[in-house]
């Protein structure tokens, strides 16, 4: 099986990249898993995608762990810790990093034991930077060994078909390009068996401590929470016992109170409202419907 992570920045096209590149493989007969992974979308951020490709049914889920191939969009990941790009990288991985440096001054930098390959700077047109990851990819695409150029164009066409004609082939030119540029190196990625469920150890069991209940209870009363911040500040509305209508029932309104700004006392439910943010989850919870909600202006109006 291949195992092929895409790392680049948000913005860059990896996910795009990973698509195409699974979409070629499928082309070619092979079994396809093509995923991305990030957190909050937004440009710059630090995003990696993943292709799985073999002849055989996947079994495999999840992120991939032991690489086959690490592409490199941005030469500036490399360095920072929560991109991970090395992460599970052996001698057995080929590295492909988009830079000007040669692939000697990376190897030496990382001081690595595989393979690295840089895109050179001749096959990259540096006024078009959004087609980093058509470059990428078709760089990837030769490395593998078993794409065919036929396949690479097929594929950029499906996935790319929302797109104008104009972007379309630039896009195939770029990957073209790059896929040409790679033929000193064609099929130097090997696929690997690394990583299978029957191969991975059993996790050991974890036990998790308990502690006691006015430690772990959500009690902004208790040591070392934030009793200090005044989270009443934050309120609109704030609720209000009639107690004429309250049923003294000593739990509903307290227990369904999410900040325990409620307390009971002898039967008498009394609101604290330094910490109460007004989210009115008392009113909708409470029997009687002895509580109401009136509006903060107003209550400290009334106040003074």
């Known amino acids: ?59 495999e889920r999840g992120v991939i762990h032991t690489p086959d191939l690490v592409i490199v969009a941005d030469e500036s990941l490399v360095p920072e810790p929560s991109a991970g790009v090395l992460q599970g990288a052996t001698e057995h991985t080929v590295i492909l990093i988009n830079s000007g440096q040669t692939a000697d001054v990376w190897k030496h930098r990382l001081n690595f034991p595989g393979t690295v390959i840089t895109v050179p700077v001749t096959t990259l047109d540096h006024t078009a930077q ?11 695409a030769r490395l593998l060994g078993v794409i065919s150029r036929e396949a690479l164009q097929t594929a950029i066409g499906e996935e790319l078909s929302a797109l104008s004609h104009d972007i379309v082939q630039r896009n195939l030119q770029q990957a073209l390009t790059a896929f ?4 000193t190196h ?6 690997s ?9 059993a996790p050991d069991w974890v ?32 609720p209000v016992i009639d107690y004429a209508r309250c049923n003294h029932c000593w739990w509903v309104c307290s227990e369904f109170c999410p900040d325990s700004a409620i307390k009971v006392i002898g039967g008498r439910p009394e609101i604290d409202y330094d910490h109460c943010k007004g989210c009115m989850i008392c009113v909708a919870q409470c029997p009687p419907h002895a509580i109401a909600s009136v509006p903060e202006q107003l209550a400290t109006e009334n106040a003074q």
């Open 1 to 59: 099986m291949y195992r092929i992570r895409f790392h680049g920045r948000g913005g860059q096209g990896m996910k795009t990249a990973s698509r195409m590149l699974g979409t070629a493989f499928f082309l070619t007969g092979y079994q396809v898993q093509d995923a991305p992974r990030y957190g909050a979308e937004r440009r710059g951020a630090p995003i990696f995608a993943y292709v799985r490709a073999a002849k055989n049914p996947i079994h």
């Open 130 to 140: 959004r087609f980093i990851g058509a470059t990428c990819m078709g760089a990837a």
């Open 180 to 183: 040409d540029a790679m033929e």
């Open 186 to 191: 064609a099929g130097c990625v090997r696929t």
């Open 193 to 201: 068996t690394a990583g299978t469920g029957e191969t991975l150890a």
């Open 207 to 238: 036990e998790l401590p308990a502690d006691e209940s006015d430690a772990a209870a959500a009690a902004i009363h208790a040591s070392a929470t934030s009793v200090e911040v005044r989270t009443g500040l934050w309120r609109t509305v704030r």
